[in-house]
Nanobody, 123 residues
Framework: QVQLVESGGGLVQAGGSLRLSCAAS????????MGWFRKAPGKEREVVAA????????YYADSVKGRFTISKDNVKSTVYLQLNSLKPEDTAIYYC????????????????WGQGTQVTVSS
């Protein structure tokens, strides 16, 4: 079992930046593959970024490549998502998730989810 708690969301103007954090507790953090997902109003939840359990494989959705960066700190058991050059279409609830799989980009493969943090980008 693992518990995930996101933080760092907020209201920002287009072009601005935010850093989301996801603090994990419970099972050994370093053994999980982690991902960030988002759900915008009227849209399905989609993967934003993810990496394998050992951090050697990283995935980014095309819509965020070059603007978002996923990272983790195993000592702090925390995953981060740095959001730069934000656009109004990035407005969504952002969720972090953990999976026992070596790596995954499909939300159905993730066993544990945080409660989400709202990111709102104004034009």
């Amino acid at each position: 079992q693992v518990q995930l708690v996101e933080s760092g969301g907020g209201l920002v103007q287009a072009g601005g930046s935010l850093r989301l954090s996801c603090a994990a507790s419970g099972r050994t953090f370093s053994s999980f593959a982690m991902g960030w997902f988002r759900k915008a109003p009227g849209k399905e939840r989609e993967v934003v970024a993810a990496f394998s359990w050992n951090g050697r494989s990283t995935y980014y959705a095309d819509s965020v490549k070059g603007r978002f960066t996923i990272s983790k700190d195993n000592v702090k058991s925390t995953v981060y998502l740095q959001l730069n050059s934000l656009k109004p279409e990035d407005t969504a609830i952002y969720y972090c998730a953990a999976t026992y799989s070596d790596e995954a980009t499909n939300l159905d493969d993730y066993e544990y989810w945080g409660q989400g943090t709202q990111v709102t980008v104004s034009s």
